[in-house]
């Protein structure tokens, strides 16, 4: 199986040069679950900006415990130096947190050391449900991660599958599922796990002013014998035309489009069990997979600019089940707070 989709080595590095608008962005993120569900890392990120390309890069971090412990972290810092220890274009990193290339679109390294803010679920959901702006200041404990990635199926280029509609104009992005293995430290109070996940990386233009966004469902995972998926959905408009739709589905070595049916939307706050099954239909027929929520995170709105702002998101774990298998996977949902009742009865 040719795990690099057809791409270049070199689309998996960092880009070295200072890029030529302000508005350009690279960004690598990681979803990360354990295989027995006792931690999930719901989104770990760099986000570099070509405005403070050479000063600044933002550091995201979401920790989640099955007891309702959140541990977060949102913070600028200075940016690491690209090359590796061969001088190959290799690392993102700021602050206390990095990822480094060991091989393209086959073994990455996340790291992290330093403190985070500790939360619960419920205060995150009571932020969010009260209209908050942005995280509040809460206790700091600290925080190590030490993890390792292996490839374990081809990368999803975002407009290659047979879309509906347009992903980010202007920016090239891929995401590839994996296995993990690595430690956690909480406090003092460490873990060892073996586990999966998903690294995103994309690399282009300026992100949309969300002035046409209604939310969106984005769902992955990988599963013991090889089977797969993955799918976003961005919520249609009001006039039930289609913004973006596209997924796929990995059985028997081949990747297949497919276009998921009855989207699991978010529509409350339900952090663990909240049912979030669907079928993906290909040209081979439906594919049935159950779901439901198993470790949850959630962010207020972020505002964008007057007026406008990214709704509250839940990033979360979910534990699925495709006839006899199951597994856990990644989930992020938003949806605007604005859109009238019986929305999606009338899409």
């Not at 690399?203 to 599963?223: E, I, L, P, V």
């Not at 006039?239 to 489009?257: A, I, T």
């Not at 972020?302 to 495709?322: L, M, N, T």
């Amino acid at each position: 199986m040719d795990l690099t989709g057809g791409m270049e080595l070199t689309e998996d590095e960092v880009t070295t040069t200072v890029p030529p608008t302000p508005e350009y962005r690279e960004g690598t993120s990681m979803w990360i679950w354990d295989d027995a569900g006792r931690v999930g890392l719901p989104r770990i990120a760099v986000e570099a900006l070509g405005a403070t390309w050479e000063t600044s890069r933002n550091a995201s971090v979401n920790v989640a415990l099955p007891d309702g412990r959140v541990l977060i972290v949102r913070e600028d810092a200075a940016p690491h130096p690209v090359p590796d220890a061969q001088g190959r274009p290799r690392v993102l990193g700021t602050g206390p947190l990095r990822f480094e290339c060991l091989e393209p679109f086959a073994r990455w390294r996340l790291t992290f050391d330093g403190t985070a803010n500790l939360t619960t679920v419920d205060d995150q959901i009571a932020a969010c449900t009260s209209g908050a702006r942005g995280h509040a200041e809460t206790e700091r404990v600290p925080l190590r991660m030490e993890i390792e990635t292996q490839t374990a199926a081809p990368p999803w280029i975002q407009g290659s599958l047979d879309p509906d509609g347009r992903f980010v104009v202007g920016e090239r992005r891929f995401e590839q599922l994996f296995t993990a293995e690595g430690s956690v430290e909480i406090d003092g109070s460490a873990m060892t796990f073996r586990g999966g996940g998903l690294r995103i990386h994309r690399k282009g233009g300026a992100r949309s002013d969300y002035s046409d966004w209604y939310g969106h469902c984005w769902q992955s995972a990988f599963f013991p014998s090889g089977r797969a998926f993955g799918f976003i959905h961005y919520t249609p408009r009001p006039d039930g035309s289609v913004k973006y739709h596209e997924g796929w589905v990995l059985d028997d070595g081949e990747v297949l489009p497919a276009k998921v049916v009855e989207t699991p939307w978010k529509q409350g706050w339900v952090p663990v069990g909240d049912d979030v099954s669907f079928a993906l239909r290909t040209a081979r027929g439906d594919v049935a997979i159950t779901a439901e929520t198993a470790l949850s995170t959630y962010s207020p709105t972020i505002p964008i600019r007057e007026g406008v702002g990214f709704p509250p998101v839940q990033q979360g774990i979910a534990h699925y089940r495709w006839d006899d298998e199951e597994a856990y996977g990644m989930i992020e949902r938003s949806i605007r707070a604005d859109l009238p009742e019986g929305y999606f009865t009338q899409q």
